[in-house]
């Protein structure tokens, strides 16, 4: 909101350049950076507690985070043995793996940070604690395994089929929502390019994953998050199926 790009360019400009008389004994950049890590913690719990309303309808998705080019992997000396190398359907990647799960209204239900070779399906089940109704995902959430242990926790996980699979019926209503799917594309796509959640400039572990979990709490904030766009066709669809479900 304050249209700085970044963190340091707000502080040297806007807290010490503007506001210095407002804030006693403010201390320079350089410290404030060595007290970031003091926060994480803090911020998690606060992140947690931004966590939006169940609806019965979740996405859920992952995307990469690359902490440095993949021709620099074998220099990079700030998150040696905590980022790791991993594949998603852009290519290969050397970072973390930012796993989200969302409502129809792109509020925040779920959220875990895990090193870049973690497979998409093993957070999922401890994301998905407290949820209820179904979960859309992508293709690589296909698993068996996964779709007993959420019915366990009463949540029913829909995926795409792929190409060598048989058919599986759907009701019009799942349907129609898989497509939706893109929903969590449009706001990993945000987090990226508006929050600015993925940096390869970090010079310390801790403050790498103060940054992530900030643009996060920030984005909880924002009056403007993406939502499910209805055509009329689609919403005569939903208004049938919610009258079905309540007799």
């Known amino acids: 909101m304050s249209c700085f790009i970044n963190f340091k360019g707000y502080y040297t400009e806007q807290v010490l350049g503007r506001w210095h008389r407002e804030f006693h004994d403010i201390p320079s950049y350089t410290h404030v950076v060595q007290l970031l890590p003091r926060v994480l913690w803090p911020l998690v719990h606060y992140l947690g507690s931004r966590r939006g309303e169940v609806s019965g309808i ?19 000396k700030v998150l040696r043995g905590l980022a790791q190398r991993g594949k998603s359907s852009t290519g290969w990647f050397f970072g973390f793996k930012l796993h989200l799960i969302i409502n129809d209204r792109s509020e925040l239900l779920g959220v875990r940070l895990t090193p870049g070779n973690v497979d998409d399906r093993l957070p999922v089940p401890e994301m998905a604690k407290g949820l209820f109704g179904k979960l859309f995902g992508d293709r690589g959430y296909l698993s068996q395994a996964l779709r007993d242990t959420l019915k366990q926790q009463g949540v029913e996980l829909i995926t795409k089929l792929r190409k060598n699979m048989k058919p ?12 939706k799917r893109a929903l969590i594309e449009t706001v990993n796509d945000q987090l990226k390019n508006v929050w600015e959640i993925e940096r390869s400039r970090h010079r310390s572990p801790l403050n790498a994953f103060v940054h992530p979990i900030a643009a996060l709490a920030a984005y909880t904030w924002q009056d403007k998050r993406p939502a499910l766009y209805w055509t009329r066709e689609e919403q005569n669809i939903l208004n049938t199926h919610k009258q079905i479900v309540y007799e």
């Open 58 to 76: 979740s996405f859920v998705d992952s995307t990469p985070l690359k902490v440095c080019h993949h021709a620099r992997i074998d220099s990079h």
């Open 168 to 179: 599986k019926l759907l009701n019009l209503m799942d349907k129609i929502l898989l497509r």
